[in-house]
């Protein structure tokens, strides 16, 4: 029974051996394509020397290296198992379940000697990790069954992009760079480049169109590169084929860059067909790997081929491997078992096999032949990653062993068995320098870094025309644009681009459909430029730089004293404060003078201190807003009005009483003597000031900057405000009470107009609060309707001091000019008059009243008589703080 499974384990297929198992203290497995595909029925098929023979010595070249070396797994030895999957996916999954059977559990409780003892069967070795396969759909096939038992595959040679999925292939690895690098690296070369409108190019075909399709979908998933056009070249192109081809390309000029995944041959005529367009410079070609650095593609139309990028992968060759298998013989190399084949292969000769005939057409194998030597030998190019992918295992078991088994010689418990899944992290984690000297490690999904060298075709202003190297991909482009040169030594990178950057605060209104295509929109008003697509309105105390990519904070401005908005506002007041004081100080100096006397000297005090306010509410106006400045505004800016207004409205309510009184009674009125009016005055004035110290309580004085007043279209103009915080209705509320105190007292004004003026100053005082009434009647549209003036703050502030200075001056011109007038020009009319009767004065006015009835009444047409009643008008003539009784 031993011997039975022993033969199932080392059964041949056919005339082929089907595994080399070298003996080792942790064994690796290895799957290579030692032979093609077999015809029909057949599984394998003729020995490959390269792809097969060339690799699998590869693996026992590194594993001689690996055992060799002291201080990679010291005291540990690496063993193999190869096999051979034939090229073959469905062939390969079979062979590869020798790698799980020691995983396999398998019941023999039921499988007896003919002796009735137990059997003894042989333990099959387990395989720690695979090295392979070579083709994708093998690694594919075998990766779905080593996954399941936890066994992790570096693969030397299997690049199909569908193998990253780290999902559904979580124990692979690779050591290859996958197919999609080439693309994200032609991607790569041309955003460089600064492109973003390309055409693609490709031979029909799975290595035209898949390229072409990788291309196209990296570049989508990158964003900012479009493909104008993806046209194919015809397996059997048609004459003309590729002049409508160029003639397509020509139909979208912008798109200048082409992206070519070609044969060969289809590059050449390509080529061909753009310089019988006479389009020499035009196209700027990025070429695969099949253009790569070969002179056959250009040969003829180096002209057309000018500024071509392409890239070829970077391979090396690896001297110590021609060493080792250039004294490969049959003597020294009885481990491989398929290397007789091989031998026979090569050297084209027979071995002599006991019981088979030699063909009489070979000659006889003597053994004495040499690779190399007697036959044609070029390193096979993915011998460099066989090596690198051995030596990555053998790294992550080094570090594995480390790490479990610190001190210890030889593998110790921990990793007996190893653990796949533990094997795996380590595995993805290293980093050490391969076999041609470049860094061997892996991405996540267990991919290898591309690596790439990108040339240049170059024919002017150089040494040695050709391909010139510029630069390399690793993950990661290195392009040195400075070396580059185009069509007629032009060092600038041509454009291929469907529509030109948008200069700055410009944004990019997209085309639909076309997102490399878009028009530029300026961003306008208080926008700027937030990104590449959307404007933002600058805050609100903020305006757009001149070139619209930020925002600036807005300038500040008050009213200056030097403005010529404040120079005729401060002169009105200078001079009204000046003539204000002139005023007080006569009737200062000439206070106990009969016509200060007459004057109501109390009241007349009192009323000049309001203008005198007036005055002074312009240079609070002017002055810098500030807390105690705004402060004074509001107090200062209704009280001298309402100081004014409230005297006069005294005494023209003091005479309407009086005169209406004298019609009907000789009886004085209530509340006539001055310490009454000056309680009356205070107490209209107290309203005013009661309504401000409320104003304060419920919202404290304080400043504001608003930048909605001057903030016209153009935003250079904009402007901040300093200001208090008094709107214009909190003005106008402000000023509201003065105005309802003009207005009463333009009433009474109006109603003691027939007073006689030689007794009372009703007279003047109607003429000052008609002309106040049209001053503020002015105002009102003036201030209201600059409200949208750029210069609103300007000439609603003039407007508002210089109405108050001419209303001051209205009221200081009426009532106390004529009387200074007098008492410094006419000094000899400031005298007391005698007094006279109250009988006599009576009599006279009674008099004059009849005589002016009688009068009316003939001007009628009328005789009317009267009842002879005493109508008696109770004036006070101001004298000495007396009251007559005059009877008129």
């Not at 595994?19 to 029925?41: C, M, N, Q, R, Y």
């Not at 002017?460 to 030594?489: A, C, D, F, H």
């Given at each position: 029974?031993?011997?039975?499974?022993?033969?199932?384990?080392?059964?041949?297929?056919?005339?082929?051996?089907?595994?080399?198992?070298?003996?080792?203290?942790?064994?690796?497995?290895?799957?290579?394509?030692?032979?093609?595909?077999?015809?029909?029925?057949?599984?394998?098929?003729?020995?490959?020397?390269?792809?097969?023979?060339?690799?699998?010595?590869?693996?026992?070249?590194?594993?001689?290296?690996?055992?060799?070396?002291?201080?990679?797994?010291?005291?540990?030895?690496?063993?193999?198992?190869?096999?051979?999957?034939?090229?073959?996916?469905?062939?390969?999954?079979?062979?590869?379940?020798?790698?799980?059977?020691?995983?396999?559990?398998?019941?023999?409780?039921?499988?007896?000697?003919?002796?009735?003892?137990?059997?003894?069967?042989?333990?099959?070795?387990?395989?720690?990790?695979?090295?392979?396969?070579?083709?994708?759909?093998?690694?594919?096939?075998?990766?779905?069954?080593?996954?399941?038992?936890?066994?992790?595959?570096?693969?030397?040679?299997?690049?199909?992009?569908?193998?990253?999925?780290?999902?559904?292939?979580?124990?692979?690895?690779?050591?290859?760079?996958?197919?999609?690098?080439?693309?994200?690296?032609?991607?790569?070369?041309?955003?460089?480049?600064?492109?973003?409108?390309?055409?693609?190019?490709?031979?029909?075909?799975?290595?035209?169109?898949?390229?072409?399709?990788?291309?196209?979908?990296?570049?989508?998933?990158?964003?900012?590169?479009?493909?104008?056009?993806?046209?194919?070249?015809?397996?059997?192109?048609?004459?003309?084929?590729?002049?409508?081809?160029?003639?397509?390309?020509?139909?979208?000029?912008?798109?200048?860059?082409?992206?070519?995944?070609?044969?060969?041959?289809?590059?050449?005529?390509?080529?061909?067909?753009?310089?019988?367009?006479?389009?020499?410079?035009?196209?700027?070609?990025?070429?695969?790997?099949?253009?790569?650095?070969?002179?056959?593609?250009?040969?003829?139309?180096e002209d057309m081929a000018e500024g071509a990028v392409t890239i070829l992968p970077k391979r090396a060759s690896i001297e110590g491997f021609d060493q080792y298998f250039t004294s490969r013989s049959l003597e020294n190399n009885r481990r491989n078992i398929w290397f007789a084949e091989f031998w026979e292969d090569d050297f084209r000769c027979k071995l002599t096999r006991p019981g088979i005939k030699i063909d009489s057409e070979k000659k006889k194998c003597t053994g004495n032949e040499r690779v190399s030597r007697d036959s044609t030998y070029e390193q096979e190019g993915k011998v460099q990653f066989v090596i690198d992918a051995v030596y990555a295992m053998a790294h992550a078991l080094h570090n594995m062993h480390q790490d479990l088994c610190p001190g210890s010689t030889g593998v110790c418990d921990k990793m007996?068995?190893?653990?796949?899944?533990?094997?795996?992290?380590?595995?993805?984690?290293?980093?050490?320098?391969?076999?041609?000297?470049?860094?061997?490690?892996?991405?996540?999904?267990?991919?290898?870094?591309?690596?790439?060298?990108?040339?240049?075709?170059?024919?002017?202003?150089?040494?040695?025309?050709?391909?010139?190297?510029?630069?390399?991909?690793?993950?990661?482009?290195?392009?040195?644009?400075?070396?580059?040169?185009?069509?007629?030594?032009n060092k600038q990178v041509p454009d291929s681009v469907c529509s030109f950057p948008c200069n700055p605060g410009e944004r990019k209104k997209m085309v639909k459909g076309v997102p490399c295509?878009?028009?530029?929109?300026?961003?306008?008003?208080?926008?700027?430029?937030?990104?590449?697509?959307?404007?933002?309105?600058?805050?609100?105390?903020?305006?757009?730089?001149?070139?619209?990519?930020?925002?600036?904070?807005?300038?500040?401005?008050?009213?200056?004293?030097?403005?010529?908005?404040?120079?005729?506002?401060?002169?009105?007041?200078?001079?009204?404060?000046?003539?204000?004081?002139?005023?007080?100080?006569?009737?200062?100096?000439?206070?106990?003078?009969?016509?200060?006397?007459?004057?109501?000297?109390?009241?007349?005090?009192?009323?000049?201190?309001?203008?005198?306010?007036?005055?002074?509410?312009?240079?609070?106006?002017?002055?810098?807003?500030?807390?105690?400045?705004?402060?004074?505004?509001?107090?200062?800016?209704?009280?001298?009005?309402?100081?004014?207004?409230?005297?006069?409205?005294?005494?023209?309510?003091?005479i309407y009483r009086i005169f209406e009184q004298g019609k009907k009674s000789v009886t004085p009125p209530r509340f006539i003597s001055p310490t009454s009016q000056l309680a009356i005055t205070f107490t209209l004035i107290s309203v005013q000031v009661v309504g401000v110290f409320v104003w304060f309580g419920v919202v404290p004085p304080h400043t504001i900057i608003d930048y909605e007043e001057l903030r016209p279209p153009n935003p250079e103009l904009a402007r901040g405000i300093l200001k208090c915080d008094m709107s214009d209705l909190s003005l106008i509320c402000c000023l509201s009470y003065s105005i309802v105190l003009m207005v009463t007292c333009t009433v009474y004004a109006v109603k003691s107009r027939g007073v006689p003026e030689t007794f009372n100053e009703a007279k003047p005082i109607g003429f000052t609060m008609y002309t106040t009434c049209i001053i503020w009647l002015a105002f009102v549209p003036i201030f209201f309707g600059t409200a949208q003036s750029t210069e609103k703050m300007y000439i609603q502030t003039t407007t508002l001091t210089v109405s108050m200075s001419l209303s001051a001056y209205v009221s200081l011109g009426m009532l106390y000019i004529p009387k200074v007038y007098v008492i410094i020009f006419h000094p000899e009319q400031n005298v007391q008059k005698r007094k006279r009767s109250f009988k006599a004065v009576a009599q006279a006015a009674t008099m004059s009243t009849r005589l002016s009835q009688k009068s009316n009444d003939k001007q009628n047409g009328e005789t009317k008589i009267e009842p002879e009643r005493p109508q008696c008008v109770l004036l006070r003539l101001l004298v000495d703080r007396n009251v007559e009784f005059i009877c008129m």
């Open positions: 029974i031993t011997m039975t499974i022993t033969s199932l384990s080392w059964s041949h297929q056919g005339m082929h051996p089907r595994s080399i198992k070298i003996e080792g203290d942790i064994t690796l497995g290895g799957l290579f394509p030692v032979h093609a595909k077999g015809p029909a029925g057949v599984p394998c098929g003729e020995i490959k020397k390269e792809k097969g023979i060339h690799r699998l010595e590869a693996m026992l070249y590194a594993l001689d290296q690996i055992n060799s070396d002291p201080d990679l797994l010291p005291n540990i030895t690496l063993g193999a198992r190869i096999l051979d999957t034939c090229s073959r996916d469905t062939y390969a999954l079979e062979q590869s379940l020798t790698f799980v059977q020691a995983l396999i559990q398998k019941d023999t409780s039921d499988i007896r000697c003919s002796n009735g003892e137990p059997p003894i069967i042989r333990k099959p070795e387990r395989v720690v990790g695979v090295i392979g396969a070579s083709g994708s759909s093998v690694s594919i096939m075998v990766a779905n069954v080593l996954r399941l038992f936890e066994i992790p595959q570096i693969s030397y040679a299997s690049t199909s992009p569908e193998l990253s999925d780290n999902n559904r292939y979580d124990f692979f690895s690779r050591v290859v760079p996958p197919d999609s690098y080439q693309a994200q690296a032609m991607v790569d070369i041309v955003k460089a480049m600064g492109w973003n409108y390309v055409s693609t190019l490709a031979s029909e075909g799975n290595y035209g169109e898949s390229g072409v399709d990788a291309f196209i979908q990296i570049s989508r998933e990158a964003g900012g590169l479009c493909v104008a056009q993806s046209l194919k070249i015809p397996r059997d192109p048609k004459p003309g084929e590729f002049d409508k081809i160029i003639k397509r390309l020509m139909e979208t000029s912008n798109a200048r860059g082409v992206i070519i995944f070609a044969s060969e041959d289809d590059i050449k005529r390509v080529l061909e067909a753009a310089k019988r367009a006479n389009l020499t410079g035009q196209f700027l070609f990025v070429g695969s790997d099949s253009w790569g650095a070969k002179i056959t593609p250009i040969l003829d139309q007996d068995p190893v653990e796949g899944r533990l094997l795996l992290s380590y595995i993805r984690s290293v980093n050490f320098n391969g076999s041609a000297g470049t860094g061997v490690l892996f991405n996540e999904n267990g991919d290898a870094p591309g690596r790439y060298d990108i040339f240049q075709y170059q024919v002017t202003n150089i040494t040695n025309p050709g391909y010139k190297v510029i630069g390399q991909w690793t993950n990661n482009l290195r392009l040195n644009l400075e070396e580059m040169q185009w069509s007629g030594g295509c878009w028009h530029c929109e300026l961003c306008d008003g208080y926008h700027y430029q937030l990104d590449e697509f959307n404007c933002e309105l600058c805050p609100f105390n903020m305006r757009p730089t001149p070139n619209r990519t930020g925002c600036r904070p807005t300038p500040i401005i008050k009213l200056e004293w030097h403005s010529p908005w404040a120079i005729i506002p401060v002169f009105l007041a200078i001079l009204g404060i000046l003539a204000t004081s002139s005023v007080v100080l006569t009737f200062v100096r000439f206070n106990d003078t009969p016509i200060v006397r007459a004057s109501g000297r109390e009241l007349s005090y009192v009323l000049l201190t309001g203008i005198f306010l007036i005055y002074l509410i312009t240079f609070l106006m002017i002055a810098e807003p500030g807390a105690v400045v705004c402060a004074f505004r509001r107090l200062l800016l209704g009280l001298g009005m309402s100081i004014t207004y409230s005297a006069m409205l005294t005494k023209t309510n003091r």
